[in-house]
Nanobody, 124 residues
Framework: QVQLVESGGGLVQAGGSLRLSCAAS????????MGWFRQAQGKEREFVAA????????NYANSVKGRFTISRDNAKNTVYLQMNSLKYEDTAVYYC?????????????????WGQGTQVTVSS
């Protein structure tokens, strides 16, 4: 089992930046591929980005490519999401997710563990 706690959300103006963090506790962090998902009000939860267990491979949704960067520090049991050039449509609750194994794709059903989410609000 792994427990995930997100932080770093908040209110930011369009064009601004935020960095989300997800701290993991419990089982060895490096055995998990990690992902970020988001859910806007009234919409389904959608994939944002994911990173392989060692951190050498990443995967992004087209909507955030070139603006968001996912990274991880296995020594600190933490995964990050650097969000730049934020847009109004990035407003959502952002969730950190963990998959026990190598998969770092976009299928949310493949991630077994989830954090409680952190709100990101982008004002236009």
């Amino acid at each position: 089992q792994v427990q995930l706690v997100e932080s770093g959300g908040g209110l930011v103006q369009a064009g601004g930046s935020l960095r989300l963090s997800c701290a993991a506790s419990g089982r060895t962090f490096s055995v998990y591929a990690m992902g970020w998902f988001r859910q806007a009000q009234g919409k389904e939860r959608e994939f944002v980005a994911a990173i392989s267990r060692g951190g050498d491979n990443t995967n992004y949704a087209n909507s955030v490519k070139g603006r968001f960067t996912i990274s991880r520090d296995n020594a600190k049991n933490t995964v990050y999401l650097q969000m730049n050039s934020l847009k109004y449509e990035d407003t959502a609750v952002y969730y950190c997710a963990a998959h026990f194994g190598a998969y770092y794709g976009s299928d949310r059903n493949s991630y077994e563990h989830w954090g409680q989410g952190t709100q990101v609000t982008v004002s236009s």
